[in-house]
C-alpha cells in the first residue's frame, strides 16, 4: 500500500550547522514529494517540492533530493537557526493537483 | 492578503454532539481539501472538492463525518454524534488547482476538536 515514512522521530542541531531530515517512501506512483513545516498551533506550511524526473532543487537555505533508486528523500537545511525549530513532514501526491499523502514527521530542535 | 481561515480554532463537544466546522479559502481558489490530525502524526486526507463538487471522500472514516461546498467558496465539515476517537484538528486546505504547475496546497490553522 501507499505510505511515507521518516527514519528519525526527533533531530536536535546546534543553531548555525545543517540539518539533513530523511524520509522513505513506498509509492513508486508518486510524482511529486513534498516538504512541509509545522509548527505548534499552526497547520503545515509548505517548503519545498520536487518532481520525480528530478534529484535534486534548491530553495533558500533548503535543498531537497530525491534518491528513486532507494525511494529516498531528504531534506537539508544550511545554517540552521532557532526559527526552524519545528515538525517537518515530507509528504507525496500521485499527480500536482491530488490529495497529499503526509509522513509521520521529525521534529527539529535547533540549540541556539 | 488572507490566507485560509479556520472557526472555531478550538472546539469541546460532549459525545454525541453534532459538530461544524468552517473553513474560509484563498479567494479564488478552486480546490478545497479537508485533513485530520490526530496528536503526534501526519494529517491525513478527508475529502476533497473542486468548486461546490465533491470529487472524493474516500478519507472520511464514516458516515458521521459529511462536507459540503455549496457555492464554491467557504466549507463546513460537520459531524454527527461525535466520538471520543473523532478527536483530533481538522486542517483545511486549498489550492488555484493549476493542472500545468505544482499545485501547491496552502492550509489553514486547524480546528482542534475534543470529545469528552
Not at chain 2, 89 to 105: E, W
Request: one cysteine or more; proline letters at 5%.
Amino acid at each position: 500500500g501507499e505510505s511515507v515514512g521518516l527514519h528519525l522521530p526527533t533531530l536536535s542541531v546546534q543553531e548555525g550547522d545543517n540539518s539533513i531530515i530523511n524520509c522513505a517512501y513506498s509509492n513508486s506512483a508518486s510524482d511529486y514529494f513534498i516538504w512541509y513545516k509545522q509548527e505548534s498551533g499552526k497547520g503545515p506550511q509548505f517548503i519545498i517540492d520536487i518532481r520525480s524526473n528530478m534529484d535534486k532543487r534548491q530553495g533558500q537555505r533548503v535543498t531537497v533530493l530525491l534518491n528513486k533508486t532507494v525511494k529516498h528523500l531528504s531534506l537539508q537545511i544550511a545554517a540552521t537557526q532557532p526559527g526552524d525549530s519545528a515538525v517537518y513532514f515530507c509528504a507525496e501526491r500521485k499527480t500536482s493537483y491530488d490529495k497529499v499523502i503526509f509522513g509521520p514527521g521529525t521534529s527539529l530542535s535547533v540549540i541556539p | 492578503g488572507a490566507g485560509v481561515s479556520q472557526s472555531p480554532r478550538y472546539k469541546v463537544a460532549k459525545r454525541g454532539q453534532d459538530v461544524a466546522l468552517r473553513c474560509d479559502p484563498i479567494s479564488g481558489h478552486v480546490s478545497l481539501f479537508w485533513y485530520q490530525q490526530a496528536l503526534g502524526q501526519g494529517p491525513e486526507f478527508l475529502t476533497y472538492f473542486q468548486n461546490e463538487a465533491q470529487l472524493d471522500k474516500s478519507g472520511l472514516p464514516s458516515d458521521r463525518f459529511f462536507a459540503e461546498r455549496p457555492e464554491g467558496s467557504v466549507s463546513t465539515l460537520k459531524i454527527q454524534r461525535t466520538q471520543q476517537e473523532d478527536s483530533a484538528v481538522y486542517l483545511c486546505a486549498s489550492s488555484p488547482n493549476r493542472i500545468s504547475a505544482t499545485d501547491t496546497q496552502y492550509f489553514g490553522p486547524g480546528t482542534r476538536l475534543t470529545v469528552l
